[in-house]
């Protein structure tokens, strides 16, 4: 099996890194513009995803599930040290040696079979290429990944922006915080019952209300990120010194917001522990 696996590994180094660049598209929704515009001017530009090449994204959006990216980076560094950073490599290494290489990541007898049906996916449906899975059509890669063992929403979304660029927005727990607390009723309202927006609601949210640019997804989605680490935390937020502090509702502006500084964190540190098989995402 292994001698049939042809794997042609593109590098994220060869390509220009969406978040590399400080350009930035304009946003066509005005809420959404100035979100950008506070949170880039606070932040500056994150530089997302950590990783050498595109497969090396892919294996960290799958360990980072439900862990912190503190734990995944000394997987990635023993998978890196063992040379086993392709997809063949990952195919055709033992199934118990790869779970005690990323023993770190939590969870790890789970993630090394999912690593394993990525590979196998990567091989019967793009002859191992990872060029050849980033030229097809996002509304059919999308679907193929979804249907991967293990892959949900936020890890599929994430392998689309961040490995092959494609205009795929990630949404993660940071994102709904924050647009509910700044006044966005994230709620479908049908024959007087209310539900909270799904997943796949809120994705479309953002990718109708901004353009279709992968960089810019990139770049907000991380800005997203850091300030939910930094400020809107789910208990005590620290509004007080949020780039976002001018857009709360009065009533959430005045008395609950704290004044302290938050302390430095480092990007390597940044991560969302989420669940249903979604990733973890560093800064």
Not at 60 to 85: C, D, F, H, M, Y
Not at 103 to 120: D, I, M, N, T
Request: aromatic share 8%.
């Amino acid at each position: 099996m292994c001698d049939r696996y042809c794997a042609n590994e593109t590098t994220v180094a060869s390509q220009p890194h969406p978040a590399a660049t400080p350009e930035r598209a304009p946003l066509r929704s005005n809420s959404f513009r100035e979100y950008y515009e506070a949170l880039f001017a606070a932040h500056g530009p994150q530089h997302w995803w950590p990783g050498r090449t595109s497969f090396e994204v892919i294996v960290g959006a799958i360990l980072v599930q439900n862990t912190s990216w503190t734990n995944v980076e000394p997987a990635i560094e023993r998978l890196r040290r063992e040379k086993l950073l392709t997809p063949r490599a990952i195919e055709c290494v033992s199934l118990p040696r790869l779970e005690k290489l990323i023993h770190s990541s939590g969870y790890f007898r789970q993630k090394a079979k999912k690593l394993k049906a990525f590979v196998k996916f990567l091989r019967d449906e793009y002859q191992g290429s990872i060029a050849k899975m980033a030229r097809a059509e996002t509304q059919t890669l999308r679907p193929q990944l979804l249907a991967i063992h293990g892959i949900g929403p936020e890890t599929a979304d994430s392998i689309l922006l961040y490995a092959v660029g494609h205009p795929v927005f990630v949404v993660d727990a940071y994102a709904r915080r924050i647009l509910e607390r700044h006044g966005h009723q994230l709620h479908f309202v049908r024959d007087g019952k209310s539900r909270p927006l799904n997943y796949e609601e809120i994705r479309q949210l953002f990718e109708r209300e901004l353009p279709r640019d992968p960089r810019l997804y990139n770049e907000f989605h991380a800005l997203i990120v850091q300030t939910g680490k930094r400020y809107c935390r789910p208990k005590n937020p620290i509004c007080g010194g949020c780039p976002l502090k001018t857009f709360l509702p009065n009533e959430i502006a005045g008395p609950t917001s704290l004044t302290e500084a938050p302390s430095t964190i480092s990007p390597s540190s940044t991560s969302l522990t989420s669940s249903n098989s979604s990733a973890s995402v560093p800064a």
